[in-house]
């Protein structure tokens, strides 16, 4: 019973998220989960990341610091899904607005869409400033179809580990699987980066979230090539599945690689390629070579489309699995 229900409170979720994404007004006020998530793992790296300790102590800090906080995530889980039992059907609406605020249906697409649309108003530094709030890479690096580039492989990326990631430890595990996955999620953002201050320390986090993030990214395909499928017909589903079979395992992360593929493959061009993150150059290679060289900015707004006709399909997959077992 608590599986479906897990399944119908995510198709609620899924719907409501799509529609209201991340109001502006309201994190205007409040603190948001992830800041606050941000906040915990800035104060463990204050605390047991320090410059006098050695690799191997960094290294043992890491994994304390992350089994720590994921303990944490999954205690105010079930302490969540306690309190929301306690008020019957309302407490499922709370429910269903606590997993809300966890998916990037809404606001992912908006911040994609924003870079067409600064790329449309004021060029390429309309389109740098607005692709900068979403990637890491040094903007000024960015020609236009590198710009167009970065926002389609940051909104794959992010279908994955911003949707599709959240989506299916909620359904297994519940608001501990939910909030323990987000935990590690924006760690790895954090700690995980192979710097010199975080090489050891985020070693733990980043290999975690590796493993956490390994089904969502090979589901992704699939979705994506639905999504293609009824965006852009048969060909471009083909291609999707095609490209992120042969491409996939081109990318340096096992798992960004598999959804950036299979856009790259629906949208018939080539995406990641050489790449600057803080001054240093990044050298990997195109990831569907064959395809257009030039993105363009009707490409990021075919993303955004494929985009949500594959949240469309996730939605229709997780109800179809609610009313069978119904």
Not at 9 to 15: D, G, N, S
Not at 53 to 77: P, Q
Not at 157 to 176: I, K, R
Not at 251 to 273: D, I, K, T, Y
Request: glycine share 8%; with cysteine; proline share 4%.
């Amino acid at each position: 019973m608590i599986f479906e229900l897990n399944l119908l409170v995510l198709v609620l979720a899924l719907t409501l998220d799509r529609i209201v994404g991340d109001p502006d007004v309201l994190w205007a006020r409040l603190p948001h989960p992830i800041v606050l998530f941000g906040k915990a793992i800035s104060r463990m790296d204050g605390w047991f990341n320090r410059a006098e300790f050695t690799k191997e102590k960094r290294r043992r800090n890491g994994v304390l610091a992350i089994v720590v906080l994921l303990l944490l995530s999954v205690a105010a889980g079930l302490v969540l899904h306690w309190f929301f039992a306690l008020f019957g059907l309302a407490g499922i609406l709370l429910e269903v607005i606590c997993v809300t605020v966890f998916l990037a249906q809404k606001s992912l697409a908006d911040h994609v869409e924003a870079v067409a649309a600064g790329l449309k108003e004021n060029g390429v530094a309309g389109g740098r400033k607005a692709v900068a709030m979403i990637v890491g890479r040094d903007p000024e690096t960015l020609d236009e179809p590198a710009v167009c580039r970065a926002a389609i492989e940051s909104l794959a990326e992010n279908f994955s580990d911003g949707v599709v990631a959240p989506a299916l430890w909620y359904v297994v595990f519940g608001l501990p699987g939910l909030l323990a996955y987000k935990m590690l999620n924006t760690a790895d953002s954090m700690i995980g980066h192979k710097s010199e201050r975080y090489l050891d320390f985020g070693w733990a986090s980043a290999r975690l979230d590796d493993l956490a993030n390994w089904p969502a990214a090979r589901l992704s395909i699939a979705l994506i090539a639905a999504g293609a499928w009824l965006k852009r017909g048969s060909a471009a589903c083909r291609e999707a599945f095609r490209i992120a079979m042969r491409d996939g395992g081109m990318h340096r992360s096992p798992n960004s690689g598999r959804p950036e593929a299979a856009m790259a493959g629906a949208l018939n061009v080539q995406l990641a390629g050489p790449r600057v993150y803080s001054g240093v150059v990044v050298m990997e290679p195109m990831i569907n070579g064959s395809g257009r060289e030039t993105a363009v900015v009707e490409d990021i707004e075919t993303g955004v489309s494929v985009f949500y006709a594959s949240c469309s399909v996730l939605t229709f997959v997780v109800l179809a699995i609610f009313l069978f077992l119904l």
